[in-house]
């Protein structure tokens, strides 16, 4: 099968165009749903291929009776002999003649994405020696990632400055083919940035004066239709900075809804948008100190809680269990109460349970001079019940059904009586 002619090679506008099917073939998803590849001898529709995503649109064909039917392109993907599969619902056979019209918005969006990538790796390699070493356009922003450390706030503005400053000048962007032996005079002489490793002609992607690059992407026509580019945030990465950034129509859609968040927030906060950060800040700290306070009550609380379980728990043999249930309190609070109890007396052991949700949060504790481990009691009581659980010496604790609670309490019971009575039988 020859080859599919890409379209777009000579001429990213183009939104329509005609075509013959090639070759037509089933692919099955991983949901068991099988839908249909179609090849095309010529196609508008780009593939997922260097870092941009493919187009969707529409195939027109027309049935023996003169029925014209519609079959909405899904996914375009590349095979390894050069042909272009258009993924459909509905087969085509061979030699059937298509119309088909490309999502123009999708499309145009991609554009404006990647020839913004293109010119931002290109000025922050001139202005930082930082060299893009991989780029993805996403569905609501894009990045490139540089090898390069940490990007300093003034650089990333000044990047981004420039980057805008050539966007308003409209330079011409430009496609054009050479030879291989000519774009590697090119890459030797500093000219181009880099080559992809294929034989053929090379595709070459020039913004003037500013950038050539080989690339077999769609672009537009000017850097004015890149329609402005911001930088959004940068991260580390294991190669190097991922720069986060969007442009054209992207751009002004996250700025407005910025905008309106930042609106909103100022509402709530009753706080212009320029007071916020210092507002924000201010609400921070109060947040943290209440927390901490909160902290502190808790802990108060917890402390005058478990003295008085401990002293309403008689001791027996040498025992003082304490077993109760909560549904109003959290598992964590349960979990310090339980702590501060088996530590508010000697030869106090605990069995506490949070309630607030199903499964139950059951918790077992013990004063230090207690002779059995709450880890291995609790861990063999789950056992016994299909579950699992456990912690240290000290302090353990698992989960089980509101329905095996009951069960679970009386197995580690049964446990901790027996293990007394062991430590104090003679050896």
């Not at 027309?62 to 909405?72: A, C, K, Q, T, Y």
């Not at 700025?255 to 320029?274: M, V």
């Amino acid at each position: 099968m020859l080859p599919s002619e890409r379209l777009y090679y000579s001429d990213s506008f183009l939104k329509e165009f005609q075509g013959e099917v090639s070759s037509v073939r089933e692919f099955t998803r991983d949901d068991g749903e099988s839908v249909w590849q179609v090849s095309l001898d010529r196609t508008v529709f780009y593939p997922t291929s260097g870092g941009q995503p493919f187009d969707t649109g529409m195939l027109r064909a027309s049935s023996p009776d003169g029925v014209v039917f519609e079959i909405p392109v899904e996914q375009v993907e590349e095979g390894d002999d050069g042909s272009l599969w258009h993924f459909v619902r509905r087969p085509l056979a061979a030699g059937t003649h298509v119309d088909g019209q490309v999502s123009w918005e999708r499309r145009f969006d991609h554009m404006q994405q990647h020839t913004g990538q293109h010119l931002l790796s290109a000025v922050f390699l001139r202005e930082l020696q930082a060299a893009t070493v991989s780029f993805h356009l996403g569905e609501n922003t894009s990045t490139i990632d540089l090898a390069c450390g940490p990007l300093a706030n003034p650089d990333l503005e000044r990047v981004e400055r420039i980057a805008n400053e050539i966007i308003g000048e409209d330079r011409q962007v430009t496609a054009r083919f050479v030879s291989r032996a000519e774009a590697e005079g090119l890459l030797a002489s500093g000219h181009l940035r880099k080559l992809p490793e294929r034989d053929g002609s090379i595709r070459l992607i020039e913004i003037a004066e500013c950038d050539l690059n080989a690339c077999g992407g769609t672009h537009v026509r000017s850097t004015g239709q890149i329609g402005g580019l911001q930088v959004r945030r940068v991260e580390k990465v294991r190669q190097g900075t991922r720069v986060e950034f969007v442009c054209g129509l992207r751009a002004v859609r996250i700025a407005r809804s910025d905008a309106a968040i930042l609106g909103e927030i100022g509402t709530l906060l009753s706080s212009g948008t320029p007071d916020l950060p210092a507002m924000v800040g201010r609400l921070l700290t109060e947040a943290k100190a209440s927390a901490k306070e909160r902290q502190n009550l808790r802990e108060e609380l917890a402390g005058f809680q478990a003295a008085t379980l401990a002293l309403e728990s008689p001791t027996d043999n040498g025992l003082r269990l304490v077993v109760r249930a909560w549904k109003d309190r959290n598992r964590d609070y349960v979990k310090l109460l339980a702590s501060r109890t088996a530590a508010a007396a000697p030869s106090t052991a605990v069995i506490f349970s949070a309630q607030e949700t199903n499964p139950v949060r059951v918790f077992v504790a013990r004063s230090a001079n207690l002779p059995f481990d709450c880890g291995r009691i609790l861990r063999e009581a789950l056992a016994k019940l299909g579950l699992r659980g456990g912690g240290s010496a000290d302090l353990a604790q698992g989960e089980v059904p509101a329905e095996q609670e009951t069960a679970l309490r009386d197995l580690v019971t049964e446990a901790i009586h027996k293990a007394m009575a062991e430590a104090k039988s003679p050896n």
